[in-house]
């Protein structure tokens, strides 16, 4: 196990590069504690955030992911009609709720494709910083770019349906 606490301070951006590389490559666990938003994103796979009231929870994900699931959750709590109760009846179904055997089926393959559109991306992204294919007619940058923004999609929606089914799960 690897625990780092502020890593990214005083580091130059190229050092910072090749410590976002060694740490990705890591075997082990990585326990790392930072303000640094892109570097967390840059290298991580779960949070732990302070939710408040001494409640700490577990994200897929990075950073950004744990944002937008907050958000998430903070609109939905705000949503019309929460207050008045009819929600409750629904709320407690959703608890007694089991996965079923389809997803069960896809909560076990979705590490798997996440791993398959995560080594698309960087694939892409390699393909985006070779120099050579800008010297290459503009449409394949093009293709490559809106490649690369559908895999990133087809990530968070994976990302967004393992954390929905992982709750499932626990319940």
Same mark, same amino acid.
């Given at each position: 196990m690897l625990v780092l606490d502020e890593p990214t =301070?005083? %580091?130059?951006?190229?050092? !910072?590069? !090749? !410590?976002? @590389?060694?740490l990705t490559d890591y075997a082990g666990t990585l326990? %790392? +504690?930072?303000? $640094?938003? &892109?570097?967390? $994103? =840059?290298? +991580?796979?779960?949070?732990? #955030? @302070?939710?408040? $009231?001494? +409640?700490w929870r577990e994200y897929a994900g990075g950073y950004a992911d744990w944002q937008r699931l907050r958000q998430e959750r903070q609109a939905a709590a705000a949503r019309p009609g929460k207050a008045g109760g009819k929600d409750k009846p629904r709320a407690a179904a959703t608890r007694e709720k089991k996965l079923s055997? =389809?997803?069960k089926r896809e909560l076990d393959a979705l590490p798997d494709r996440i791993t398959a559109l995560e080594a698309e991306e960087a694939r892409l992204h390699a393909q985006? #910083? $070779?120099? @050579?294919?800008?010297?290459?007619?503009?449409e394949a940058a093009v293709q490559l770019k809106a490649r690369l923004d #559908? +895999?990133? &999609?087809?990530? &968070?929606e994976a990302m967004a349906r393992w954390e929905v089914l992982e709750a499932l799960a626990g319940d």
């Open positions: =301070n005083d %580091l130059d951006i190229e050092t !910072l590069d !090749l !410590l976002e @590389a060694l326990f %790392l +504690v930072s303000h $640094d938003r &892109a570097f967390l $994103d =840059n290298t +991580v796979t779960q949070v732990i #955030a @302070a939710e408040g $009231d001494g +409640v055997f =389809n997803e985006l #910083a $070779d120099p @050579a294919l800008y010297q290459k007619p503009p #559908a +895999v990133s &999609a087809q990530m &968070a």
